[in-house]
């Protein structure tokens, strides 16, 4: 099987200060990654990298995506091709309605694969299915894109966006933050639901407890810009256990296993 | 040896008046003094420089230098299917002006909608004596030309222009849409468009003023406006500027308001190369609110400038002015906006917000916000922001498909909306929104929900 996400010896930073220091990673259809680490560890900057925000600049090393070199992508181009990025901290954007913004982003996305853009009655149809399986209030759709949410809400916005937009390679950047443990449930079960065997998903995490609600097939932690240690689940349990102090005197030895790998 | 000789070129003065005397045989005999008087005053103020304070920013040297010549009637009138460019829908009340000449003709139109009682929609140049007392005692009467070099320069020329009035306790329900279409000649040529819209006590009306013109001419349209709005009376008014990329354009706007009266007014700049809006509402009575919307797109090397001066002269009334300015190329905006509130005007709550949008490095944009305020108990503030368009905003955009082009589209008209959303005419509002997209660099996005 061909890996859907692979990133070789990625080396990032912005304005100047690399913070990606050789991150390798390869993530396959189906699979739930989970990546966690401390603060300052790396790990919004892997996901933005990722999503080609632009303030990023990328020093070293590849990524490719299906195959195909993801740095060439316009950041609209990555969406079209079913990468999606739920923000850590989502935009506000006074003027534009959340409904009129979802339907320029699906018609767009749609547009890219080859297929007709939605008529409205289809596409209201289609937003309000979506909307109820992540349990978002409709009448959000009718205010401006994430003027005045909530935290909690502007977090169930992004994963009900995701649900629209029904990515191959969805990325949670710190999603659980903010939520309280119902929103976090529903969030969690709006993901789950998604899964499938041609999908991925990247948990961009600092704690292991939303993870209890959707299960990683493989843990990553992220330290000092590289990939410390990867694991199974349990690796999430440990470290919520043990904490980040305790992977930090193997790191020299993770470090060059992945050197070896490349 | 050989002498050349050559006819001395006339001077701009000269020019002047050789048309203000020409056209002093065509006026109204009413008018002679008032005229005179004008055309006098100009001659004392001349054109403004930027010394001036209130044209600091705004320079008309280029219209002071274009020897312009009063626009004669074009060879050929526009077709009745040119106007369908400007006209909002068949349902409007429509006067039509082709350089500064009222034209009965494309006025009536295919099927002209008939007037209902109580509303005067007439020329200015042959209302009937019915209406001359009205007109003697309100034209000119608001717009004061003794400081205004323009409006002297209008009143020199009055000649033509629309009257309307709307009799006591009169609702109009469709709106009167009064066009004044340039058509350039070979040389350049001015026009002096003049209204007078007096809406009496318990009154309510929409009145557009549309003044455009083609690409590609060098003209000039100085525009006077004179609105009376009477007691618990209302008027939505729009003034919509669609004139060529070459054409000059001042258009003054004098409101006066009685007690209780409600004025929105809507101004939309969408053309021109060289254009100033100049509004000065008087709130002459208690109880009155006063809107005041602005929208401009401006992109080459474009310069519109809006001029607000608002007096709270009594109490317990309300003022808004928001203005919205797209900037783009090297273009310039200017925003000045004056509330003067006087002595014994309590409780006057005036808001004054003015924002720009720079879409280059080489846009300019220039606000000058100025409070007098001689009263206590009052609630004056103002905001002035110039900006550009937020960099992450299109990448989370971007994040979600849509493309770059796409994404600035969004929110530069996101941006201008503030205020269009305030426009309460839906045609207009349609209207304006689909030429707005169109000024839009890119413009390719279909218009969503």
């Not at chain 1, 297929?115 to 759709?141: P, Q, S, Y």
């Not at chain 2, 008087?37 to 054109?47: H, K, M, N, S, V």
């Not at chain 2, 354009?249 to 060289?274: C, E, K, P």
């Amino acid at each position: 099987m061909a890996p859907l996400l692979q990133i070789t010896n990625l080396h990032a930073g912005i304005d100047g200060v690399e913070i990606l220091r050789g991150v390798n990673l390869t993530v396959n259809p189906g699979e739930v990654h989970s990546i966690m680490g401390p603060n300052g560890s790396g790990k919004s900057t892997l996901a933005r990298v990722l999503a080609g925000q632009k303030s990023y600049q990328v020093t070293q090393g590849s990524i490719l995506y299906n195959g195909r070199d993801l740095l060439e992508m316009e950041p609209d181009e990555r969406a079209g091709e079913g990468v999606f990025l739920a923000f850590q901290y989502p935009l506000e954007i006074p003027g534009v309605s959340t409904k009129y913004f979802i339907k320029a982003a699906l018609n767009a996305i749609r547009k890219r694969r080859g297929l007709e853009e939605l008529d409205a009655f289809e596409f209201l149809t289609f937003v309000k299915e979506r909307a109820k399986l992540v349990d978002l209030d409709m009448a959000l759709l009718d205010r401006n894109v994430n003027e005045g949410f909530s935290g909690g809400e502007k977090k169930r916005a992004e994963i009900f966006q995701m649900a629209v937009l029904e990515p191959r390679l969805a990325i949670l950047d710190e999603t659980d933050s903010g939520l309280d443990i119902d929103a976090l449930k529903t969030v969690a079960e709006g993901v789950n639901m998604l899964r499938g065997p041609e999908r991925a998903t990247i948990i961009v995490t600092h704690y292991q407890r939303l993870l209890n609600y959707i299960v990683p097939d493989f843990v990553h932690v992220l330290m000092g810009g590289r990939i410390v240690k990867s694991g199974g689940k349990e690796l999430a349990l440990a470290l919520e256990e043990k904490g980040y102090a305790w992977t930090e005197n193997k790191a020299d030895a993770t470090v060059n296993v992945a050197t070896v790998n490349v | 040896m050989t002498t050349m000789t050559t006819m001395p070129e006339m001077s701009a003065t000269d020019l002047l008046a050789t048309d203000f005397e020409r056209q002093s045989g065509a006026a109204r005999a009413s008018l002679t003094t008032l005229r005179r008087g004008a055309f006098d005053r100009f001659g004392q103020l001349g054109y403004p420089t930027t010394r001036n304070e209130q044209w600091k920013y705004t320079s008309v040297k280029p219209i002071a230098e274009a020897a312009l010549r009063l626009a004669d009637a074009p060879l050929t009138p526009p077709h009745q299917r040119e106007l369908a460019e400007y006209v909002f829908s068949d349902d409007e009340h429509r006067l039509v002006f082709v350089n500064g000449r009222f034209d009965p003709a494309l006025s009536a139109g295919a099927a002209p909608l008939p007037l209902p009682r109580g509303v005067h929609l007439e020329s200015l140049a042959d209302a009937p004596a019915g209406n001359a007392a009205t007109i003697q005692s309100h034209l000119a009467r608001h717009a004061d030309y003794d400081d205004a070099a323009f409006v002297a320069l209008n009143t020199a020329f009055l000649h033509d222009g629309a009257f309307i009035r709307i009799e006591r306790g009169v609702v109009v329900e469709k709106p009167i849409h009064l066009l004044f279409i340039t058509r350039p000649g070979d040389a350049p040529g001015v026009v002096h468009p003049r209204v007078l819209i007096i809406v009496e006590d318990d009154a309510s009306a929409t009145v557009i003023e549309t003044y455009a013109g083609p690409d590609g001419s060098k003209y000039f349209t100085n525009a006077v406006a004179e609105v009376v709005v009477g007691e618990r009376s209302s008027i939505d008014h729009y003034r919509i500027g669609r004139e060529g990329d070459g054409a000059f354009h001042i258009g003054r706007i004098n409101l006066h308001q009685l007690r209780s009266s409600s004025v929105t007014l809507h101004v939309a700049t969408l053309g021109g190369a060289l254009v100033r809006n100049e509004i000065n509402a008087v709130i002459d009575a208690e109880g009155c609110n006063c809107d005041l919307y602005g929208v401009y797109a401006a992109s080459g090397t474009q310069h519109v400038d809006n001029h607000l001066r608002v007096d709270h002269l009594k109490p317990r009334c309300n003022s808004r002015e928001l203005f919205k300015g797209i900037l783009d190329g090297h273009a310039t905006g200017v925003f000045r906006g004056r509330i003067f509130v006087a002595q014994g005007a309590h409780k006057t709550d005036a808001k004054q917000t003015s924002r720009s949008l720079l879409l280059s490095d080489t846009a300019r944009a220039r606000s000058a916000p100025q409070l007098e305020i001689f009263a206590d108990d009052v609630k004056c503030t103002h905001g002035a922001t110039i900006g550009q368009l937020d960099e992450d905003a299109i990448f989370y955009m971007q994040a979600r498909g849509i493309s770059r082009d796409d994404a600035r589209d969004m929110l530069i008209f996101a941006f201008a909306n503030e205020a269009l959303a305030q426009i309460r005419h839906q045609p207009i509002r349609a209207r304006l929104e689909a030429l707005l997209w169109e000024r839009l660099p890119h413009g390719s996005l279909a218009r969503g929900p």
